[in-house]
């Protein structure tokens, strides 16, 4: 039988052909996918925290609404004319299909015009009654309802509250969800209940879709509706939907620019280093391609993008491309030193001599990312799965898609373009690491003591008017209303009224109202507290209006008295008859310089206990709780994935190089390289967020390709030399893997710095800390790496 001969050529167009096909496929899948940037995306999906919060919010019926702050540039807030501009946009926000209704100070009840407290207040508004300026201004000074909600304490500026409708469906839908969650609080769900979760969870999926995009459409309609009003005033929009919609923009806005910037700087790069077109071209189909197909099967595993996995396509050109430039220089050595070989013979050894140390870069930059899943915190963890996947679909596409390309449609590549710098810089490098190796090792010590010890300042504290670069409209919309109008951060204190404080005959009882004050007055007193709503409030507007205190007769009397809706208005959201619970509404001042959350937090417990609550009678919760729970989390996160990491590379090398040394001296450079990267972070006082935590694992799974690529051509150079004094193996390996090295730092560098001018501090940071470590990487990889190795490893 005569032996079956490969056909090379056929292989690599039905290779590209099987490419094309996959690519096309999963672009059409990629038109599906989605932008996350809803509060579900910070968390796991058991974390007590959101389940508890989730439980108040269905109990106290919380609304969904956006605050739009206006300072008028009139003198006094309080003139005929500001109001009549409040009550017009007030109407014509109105006529939005989804409001509810708009609160500002024209069109709520001015109780100190009542002759009783009563249930007969609806008609005392501005709108109605004209009041005199003088009255409004005494009548809304120091009001525990309105004033930091409606008005500024300096009564300087106004807010329209806007209020929301309720989809039906979607709170049916959640209230399911949170009654089958609740049960985490007390055990593990069963297989029914998981199975009845995954279906609700789907069904929501679908019905917040469709309100995002009412959502969108909303902000954008009252930004219209508030441009005719502009010359009166500044307007500041503030609230949760406001702050999702400005994310998904800046998310969009990052994968577009720098999705494009990103491109364009590789297409320059790849024209000035390689001076080939087919050089250029390749790459960039590859990196297209690898993009294209990642989109498609994240959409198809159901992953959304947030803003912080918005970078993991920017992450996969470049990592893409820093594949495809070691087979490039691999190609053009060959070429160089084999002058004679075909075209065909060229592709295929550039394949079989990179093929493992591509393979293992791959796997330990998979590595890296995969860590990440291990943070307990939601959307890292989500960013470390769709980074596996992108590895995995870049290692495919670089090693068959892009040799099958070169194959197919391209001739034999024989210019090799010189760079004398390159050259000189890579010899110098060898120069030093052959006289000064002492120097190095004492300098690189040196770096890495200052590295370790800036480590001890990390913190993980944080602030989300941080997240926006100070000149953008969103930083000073959301400052100004933190600021002006009692906080941006929503905290709650729920009550539970001991058996001590119930009276049978009564709504509540004044025991409990004055508990409800002790607790009111408590925070009032912690600095970064800004506005507190609760029940206790209402007996304050009594007294206005009364003279004198509700008694917890008349109190409860005015309660039974009320319609359900108005008993839900204005004692829902603060007082839970059925369940005995007070609800104490508090908002933070997240611009509070130097606020500090975990340390409120402990000062509230305390101040709590001193108050003689017991633990058991009171929870915490709400964003404020959310948000301290991720930070919380942060270092811990931080630590345990540079463990799993540096275990997981350490047993990888081991694998590799068959050798417990070459793998502890192929760890060294990327422990240098964490250590300054993390004390650069802890020396200019750059907190761990949500982006900054991945930053460590990030450096290492990348910096690591270069390590593996080195000591793989290192020992290459190692077993194929004479010379048992290894003098010349630095500068062998520094001038021919060495150019790949610095072509992908170079690459990496540019591309990870071009997020500088990202509006998102996080993304900027990201990219900022990702150069750094990259340069740093690269020095200590022809440096100390080199220095070790020579000291290190001999031919046998």
């Known amino acids: 039988m005569p032996k079956y001969k490969l056909n090379y050529k056929a292989t690599a167009y039905a290779l590209c052909f099987l490419f094309s096909i996959i690519t096309v496929a999963l672009a059409w899948q990629a038109r599906n996918f989605e932008i996350n940037a809803s509060a579900d995306t910070l968390l796991v999906d058991d974390n007590k925290q959101f389940i508890l919060t989730q439980l108040a919010d269905q109990r106290y019926g919380s609304e969904e609404f956006i605050l739009i702050a206006y300072q008028p540039k009139t003198d006094s807030v309080f003139d005929e004319e500001t109001l009549n501009t409040v009550s017009d946009i007030g ?9 509810k209704k708009v609160n500002s100070i024209v069109n709520v009840p001015i109780f100190s015009a009542a002759e009783a407290f009563s249930t007969d207040i609806q008609n005392l508004t501005w709108e109605e009654q004209k009041f005199p300026k003088n009255q409004l201004l005494l009548s809304l000074k120091n009001h525990p309802l309105y004033e930091d909600l409606l008005i500024n304490k300096e009564q300087t500026a106004l807010s329209l509250q806007v209020i929301f409708n309720s989809e039906p469906e979607l709170v049916e839908l959640n209230n ?4 089958i969650k ?22 929501r999926t679908l019905a917040n879709k469709k309100l995002e995009t009412k959502r969108i459409n909303e902000i954008e309609e009252i930004r219209t509706i508030l441009k005719p009003y502009q010359g009166s005033g500044e307007f500041y929009l503030g609230g949760n939907n406001l702050l ?14 720098f999705g494009s910037a990103i491109f364009a700087l590789v297409i320059f790069i790849l024209a000035y280093l390689f001076r080939r077109t087919s050089w250029v071209l390749l790459p960039i189909v590859c990196c297209a391609s690898s993009v294209i197909i990642t989109v498609g099967l994240l959409t198809a595993l159901a992953f959304k993008v947030t803003v912080i996995s918005a970078n993991v396509f920017a992450l996969q050109i470049i990592l893409s491309l820093a594949m495809i430039i070691h087979l490039i ?3 053009q050595e060959l070429v160089t030193n084999h002058q004679d070989w075909s075209h065909k013979k060229l592709v295929l ?9 591509c393979f293992y870069a791959g796997l330990t930059t998979t590595i890296g990312f995969g860590s990440l899943i291990f943070s307990g915190v939601q959307p890292v963890i989500s960013f470390g799965w769709m980074m596996v996947v992108a590895m995995m679909v870049s290692f495919l596409v670089s090693l068959v898609f892009f040799p099958a390309l070169l194959l197919a449609f391209f001739n034999k590549q024989s210019y090799v373009a010189q760079h004398k710098g390159i050259e000189l810089g890579m010899s110098w490098c060898a120069k030093t690491v052959n006289q000064k190796p002492k120097r190095l090792v004492v300098g690189s010590l040196l770096l890495t003591a200052i590295g370790l010890g800036g480590c001890l300042l990390l913190t993980a504290e944080n602030s989300f008017l941080n997240y926006f670069d100070e000149s953008t409209d969103v930083r000073k919309e959301l400052t100004f209303i933190d600021q002006q109008f009692g906080g941006s951060t929503p905290l709650d204190v729920l009550y539970t009224i001991p058996e001590s404080e119930i009276k049978t005959d009564l709504v509540i009882s004044a025991a409990a109202v004055q508990t409800v004050t002790s607790i009111q007055n408590m925070l009032a007193e912690q600095k970064a507290i800004g506005s507190i709503t609760s029940l206790a409030d209402f007996t304050k ?3 206005v209006v009364n003279g004198k205190p509700l008694t917890e007769y008349e109190l409860t009397l005015l309660y039974k008295s009320l319609s359900p809706d108005l008993q839900k208005d204005l004692f829902g959201a603060y007082f839970s008859e059925k369940d005995n619970q007070a609800r104490i509404s508090v908002r933070v001042q997240d611009s509070t310089e130097g606020l500090n959350r975990a340390e409120l937090l402990t000062t509230i417990h305390k101040n709590l206990a001193e108050l003689g609550i017991q633990k058991e009678e009171y929870k915490l919760t709400s964003l404020f709780i959310l948000y301290e729970d991720i930070l919380s989390r942060l270092v811990d996160s931080q630590i345990l994935t540079l463990a799993i990491v540096y275990s997981a590379m350490a047993i990888t090398l081991m694998i590799i190089f068959s050798s417990i040394k070459v793998a502890l001296i192929a760890l060294v450079p990327n422990f240098i390289t964490t250590a300054i990267i993390m004390g650069v972070m802890g020396i200019f006082a750059i907190p761990l967020d949500l982006m900054t935590i991945t930053i460590a694992a990030v450096a290492m799974g990348i910096s690591m390709d270069d390590t593996i690529h080195y000591v793989h051509r290192y020992l290459s150079e190692l077993k194929n030399t004479d010379n048992k004094e290894n003098t ?6 520094n001038v021919s893997v060495g150019y790949a090295l610095m072509y992908t730092t170079t690459i990496i560098v540019v591309g990870f710095g071009s997020l500088i001018f990202s509006n998102f501090v996080p993304s900027m940071l990201f990219g900022l800390l990702t150069s750094i470590a990259m340069v740093v990487a690269l020095i200590t990889d022809i440096t100390i790496l080199p220095v070790m190795l020579k000291k290190y490893l001999r031919k046998s």
């Open 244 to 257: 999702t919609y400005e994310l998904i923009k800046i998310i969009q806005n990052d994968l577009l620019l």
């Open 349 to 357: 050894q550039t394949i079989k001599q990179k093929i493992r140390p």
């Open 541 to 543: 507007i009594a007294q």
């Open 176 to 179: 399911q969800i949170i009654n």
């Open 91 to 99: 109407k014509e926000i109105s006529t939005i299909a989804r409001v």
């Open 329 to 331: 220089v691999h190609y």
């Open 182 to 203: 609740k049960n985490l609080l007390t055990r593990e769900l069963n297989e029914k209940e998981r199975s009845q979760l995954n279906t609700l969870r789907d069904k």
């Open 728 to 733: 010349d193996l630095v500068l062998k390996t």
